[in-house]
């Protein structure tokens, strides 16, 4: 198992653009999720799916896009960059079958850059 | 709503110190909590968790024990390593969701 994979590692965005970072798991897990990682703030959550075709809107979810065709693909589309979406995001998924216990697994991240 | 309190670092040890990165909770209900360790370049990885009051979860050394009365879920390990370098995260998911609730991140250098 690859477990959950991201591309890319690292990204520079001029003002404006737009991008996609890809997010993929191959455990069949059900949750998926976006956070973005910022210094003394810990990881909050952009976007968030159940499963295929749901998605749902997590702690700071402007200016970011999520689709969820697929259970094992998550993208985040940020529609038009800004300087504060600069930050670390991390995917992350989770099954759902597992009560109390279930965990979540992260992937290494993809550092954002938006001049 | 659910938050997270850690410890503020950076925290500086020496090899075979003791530590320990306090944390504390608000929840609305019956939370499970996790320690997760990000090392420098990686993403996060579970260190340890906990699901129930008293519940002591342990990995790598480290320690932790849901203390419901007290909200807290205090990280320890005995004699640190240089290896133990991380951002130490502590988490909270409250039960029929799958949300995380992380604290702020503690980092923590170990210096031989």
């Known amino acids: 198992n690859a477990g959950v994979t991201q591309t890319p590692k690292f990204q520079v965005l001029k003002t404006g653009q737009s991008m996609t970072l890809q997010c993929a798991q191959d455990?069949?897990?059900?949750?998926m999720s976006w956070y973005r990682q910022d210094p003394g703030m810990g990881l909050r959550l952009i976007h968030y799916s159940v499963g295929a075709g749901i998605t749902d809107q997590g702690e700071v979810p402007n200016g970011y896009n999520v689709s969820r065709s697929t259970t094992e693909d998550f993208p985040l589309r940020l529609l038009s960059a800004a300087p504060s979406q600069t930050s670390v995001y991390f995917c992350?998924?989770?099954?759902?079958?597992?009560?109390?216990?279930?965990?979540?697994?992260f992937g290494p991240g993809t550092r954002l850059t938006v001049l | 709503g659910d938050s997270v309190t850690q410890m503020e670092g950076p925290v500086t040890l020496s090899e075979e110190a003791f530590l320990t990165i306090n944390c504390t909770y608000t929840a609305t209900g019956y939370p499970s909590l996790f320690w997760y360790v990000q090392y420098p370049g990686e993403g996060l990885q579970l260190l340890l968790k906990a699901t129930k009051a008293d519940d002591k979860g342990s990995n790598k050394g480290f320690e932790a024990t849901y203390r419901k009365e007290t909200t807290s879920f205090h990280l320890e390990k005995g004699s640190v390593q240089v290896s133990d370098s991380a951002v130490y995260f502590c988490?909270?998911?409250?039960?029929?969701?799958?949300?995380?609730?992380f604290g702020a991140g503690t980092t923590v250098t170990v210096r031989a």
């Open positions: 992350a998924s989770s099954p759902t079958g597992s009560g109390r216990a279930s965990t979540q697994y």
């Open positions: 988490a909270l998911r409250e039960f029929n969701d799958y949300k995380l609730s």
């Open positions: 455990m069949n897990h059900e949750y």
